[in-house]
């Protein structure tokens, strides 16, 4: 168990902090094909924010830290940054796995004929949102037309071996709830999605990822203006379980923006909190003592109820599972 478990903060979460690191996670930019009502990003077509050429550089010099694992690309759609595919190639080169958290719809964007092919090439493990197998859940929550393109995207897939039993190409999909409530079980919805996207579709795939909603940003705002802010977070603290604190997300990640700035999450970096290993202020990548970092603490606030409530909640869905 964490040593530090019994102690808690000012909002009553407790402090924990930081195991070994083995996933970079970098946000490309907020730039994206569509504005999804859930996205704690607020990304959308008319942003402009896109990580440059030196913070690539850096990212690929952090590459080489001994024991990092993974390359994990998000945005926005990380897939419209101009050198998303020179970033797959030099974590290939050193035997680093990329993760793509990929819209699916961004892949029948002008000028990205290619890039499923590509990543097949280049052994990329595509995470995949698909809020629900249903037509109409889908688009209201993500734009009219959305589920269509997402299905001929996953076929499109399906057809260069992602997904396929002994292929070696992973593709797994991502569920976020609708509004204000936890994710349902994870093995039980995967059940019903393989059923769903094979019986209607003929779609195959690995994992299904359950995500909590985020009460920041745009969902944030959401619950606000619906008046619903305060009963979705005492939703979390209600169902926080103790368990969730040993494999959350932060302990073994590093989050990193469109400017090279480090956080201890993807969460944490929309709200502006600077990593607990940068002593309360900003650090770049390129500042980071790797030497340092385990057993740093992580900053905490009230959103990381999130995190821990019910089965619990990261990147990879479901703790534990």
Same mark, same amino acid.
């Given at each position: 168990?964490? +040593? *530090?478990?019994?102690?808690?903060? %000012?909002?009553?979460?407790? !402090? &924990?902090?930081?195991?070994?690191?083995?996933? $970079?996670?970098?946000?490309?930019?907020?730039?994206?094909?569509?504005?999804?009502?859930?996205?704690?990003?607020?990304?959308?077509?008319?942003?402009?924010?896109?990580?440059?050429?030196?913070?690539?550089?850096?990212?690929?010099?952090?590459?080489?830290?001994?024991?990092?694992?993974?390359?994990?690309?998000?945005?926005?759609?990380?897939?419209?940054?101009?050198?998303?595919?020179?970033?797959?190639?030099?974590?290939?080169?050193?035997?680093?796995?990329?993760?793509?958290?990929?819209?699916?719809?961004?892949?029948?964007?002008?000028?990205? +004929? *290619?890039?499923?092919?590509?990543? %097949?090439?280049?052994?990329? !493990? &595509?995470?995949?949102?698909?809020?629900?197998? $249903?037509?109409?859940?889908?688009?209201?929550?993500?734009?009219?037309?959305?589920?269509?393109?997402?299905?001929?995207?996953?076929?499109?897939?399906?057809?260069?071996?992602?997904?396929?039993?002994?292929?070696?190409?992973?593709?797994?999909?991502?569920?976020?709830?609708?509004?204000?409530?936890?994710?349902?079980?994870?093995?039980?919805?995967?059940?019903?999605?393989?059923?769903?996207?094979?019986?209607?579709?003929?779609?195959?795939?690995?994992?299904?990822?359950?995500?909590?909603?985020?009460?920041?940003?745009?969902?944030?705002?959401?619950?606000?203006?619906?008046?619903?802010? %305060?009963?979705?977070?005492?939703?979390?603290?209600?169902?926080?379980?103790?368990?969730?604190?040993?494999?959350?997300?932060?302990?073994?990640?590093?989050?990193?923006?469109?400017?090279?700035?480090?956080?201890?999450?993807?969460?944490?970096?929309?709200?502006?909190?600077?990593?607990?290993?940068?002593?309360?202020?900003?650090?770049?990548?390129?500042?980071?003592?790797?030497?340092?970092?385990?057993?740093?603490?992580?900053?905490?606030?009230?959103?990381?109820?999130?995190?821990?409530?019910?089965?619990?909640?990261?990147?990879?869905?479901?703790?534990?599972?």
């Amino acid at each position: 168990m964490l +040593e *530090t478990l019994p102690h808690l903060n %000012a909002i009553g979460f407790p !402090e &924990i902090r930081r195991a070994t690191l083995h996933t $970079l996670q970098v946000n490309l930019g907020y730039r994206c094909n569509l504005q999804c009502n859930h996205c704690h990003v607020a990304a959308s077509p008319r942003r402009t924010e896109m990580m440059s050429s030196n913070n690539i550089a850096a990212v690929i010099d952090f590459l080489d830290t001994p024991g990092l694992q993974t390359l994990d690309l998000t945005g926005g759609a990380p897939e419209l940054h101009p050198q998303f595919r020179h970033l797959i190639q030099q974590a290939s080169q050193r035997g680093i796995t990329t993760i793509d958290r990929c819209n699916l719809t961004v892949l029948e964007e002008p000028g990205q +004929e *290619t890039t499923a092919r590509f990543m %097949a090439d280049h052994g990329v !493990e &595509i995470v995949a949102s698909l809020p629900c197998y $249903l037509r109409e859940n889908v688009d209201r929550q993500r734009g009219n037309g959305v589920f269509e393109t997402s299905i001929r995207v996953l076929r499109r897939l399906n057809a260069i071996g992602y997904g396929v039993a002994g292929s070696g190409l992973t593709l797994n999909l991502v569920y976020n709830p609708q509004g204000a409530s936890l994710p349902p079980d994870q093995q039980a919805l995967e059940a019903s999605y393989k059923a769903q996207l094979r019986d209607q579709f003929g779609i195959v795939f690995n994992q299904l990822f359950t995500i909590t909603n985020m009460p920041i940003r745009r969902f944030g705002s959401t619950l606000l203006s619906q008046g619903t802010f %305060a009963q979705y977070m005492q939703t979390l603290h209600g169902a926080y379980q103790t368990a969730n604190l040993e494999t959350v997300m932060c302990r073994n990640l590093l989050s990193i923006d469109w400017q090279g700035m480090v956080y201890d999450c993807d969460f944490n970096q929309m709200l502006g909190l600077p990593a607990g290993v940068g002593n309360g202020r900003n650090i770049h990548l390129s500042q980071v003592d790797c030497a340092a970092l385990e057993g740093s603490p992580i900053r905490v606030m009230d959103h990381c109820f999130g995190c821990t409530a019910g089965q619990g909640s990261s990147c990879g869905g479901a703790l534990g599972d």
